[in-house]
């Protein structure tokens, strides 16, 4: 069965340091999200993501993140100066938004655990 | 968006069937119901979905209440694995965002 897969399963950086947190989502999708889940605290909508630009993002999502589709597989998220608050799982998901789909079932990744020390 | 409201935690035996109740008195006529779960360190995983009529799928049912505005979850015999947290979601047509809220922590006994 396809799954959405995310690398690395572990990031640890210095605050103020870039990551890049990395996804593929499965082949035939067109609708790319990331959230996040700060420990203990509920999963929270970042952004969505459909033909090759935004289509929606929270309030977290400020000038700090950023997200691209570089190649036909890759989905990405980039946090330019890492914060303290920046610490949590992050995962990736995917959906299908077809024609003949009137709502989205989205497929979540496993998850990158984002430690910012 | 809409809001849902779920116990905070429940326990059933093992090989049981178990109930997991939502409340959602406002929700709209477009407002789908969906149920993803969240297991230990892993992502969230779909689990289901409907509209207005009663779903089964391999993994559960959906039982959604005439007027809408409540629905059941229904696992017909769990298993250990079972043991998450079970969010109920609603979301309108074509919206993408699933706003999660903290669910239901089902705790299963051997």
């Known amino acids: 069965e396809p799954e959405v897969t995310q690398t690395p399963s572990h990031q640890v950086t210095q605050m103020g340091q870039e990551v890049i947190l990395r996804c593929v989502p499965i082949?035939?999708?067109?609708?790319f999200y990331w959230y996040r889940q700060i420990l203990g605290q509920k999963v929270e909508f970042l952004v969505s993501?459909?033909?090759?630009?935004?289509?929606?993002k929270s309030e977290i999502f400020d000038d700090q993140f950023s997200v691209e589709r570089p190649d036909g597989s890759n989905f990405t998220l980039k946090i330019r100066s890492t914060k303290l608050e920046d610490s949590a799982m992050y995962f990736c998901?995917?959906?299908?938004?077809?024609?003949?789909?009137?709502?989205?079932?989205?497929?979540f990744g496993p998850g990158t655990r984002l430690t910012v020390l | 968006d809409a809001k849902t409201t779920q116990p905070n935690s429940m326990e059933s035996n093992e090989e049981e069937p178990v109930h997991l109740p939502c409340n959602h008195s406002?929700?709209?006529?477009?407002?789908?119901i969906h149920w993803y779960r969240q297991l230990p360190s892993q992502g969230p995983e779909y689990v289901i979905h409907?509209?207005?009529s009663n779903v089964n799928n391999r993994m559960a049912s959906l039982a959604i209440a005439e007027d809408r505005k409540s629905s059941t979850l229904i696992l017909h015999r769990a298993t250990l694995r079972d043991a998450a947290v079970y969010y109920c979601?609603?979301?309108?047509?074509?919206?993408?965002?699933?706003?999660f809220g903290t669910g239901t922590r089902l705790t299963i006994i051997p």
């Open positions: 406002t929700i709209s006529g477009t407002d789908y």
């Open positions: 979601i609603l979301s309108d047509f074509g919206n993408e965002k699933l706003t």
């Open positions: 409907g509209l207005t």
């Open positions: 082949s035939n999708h067109l609708y």
């Open positions: 993501f459909y033909n090759n630009e935004i289509s929606e």
């Open positions: 998901a995917s959906g299908w938004l077809g024609t003949t789909e009137v709502t989205d079932t989205q497929y």
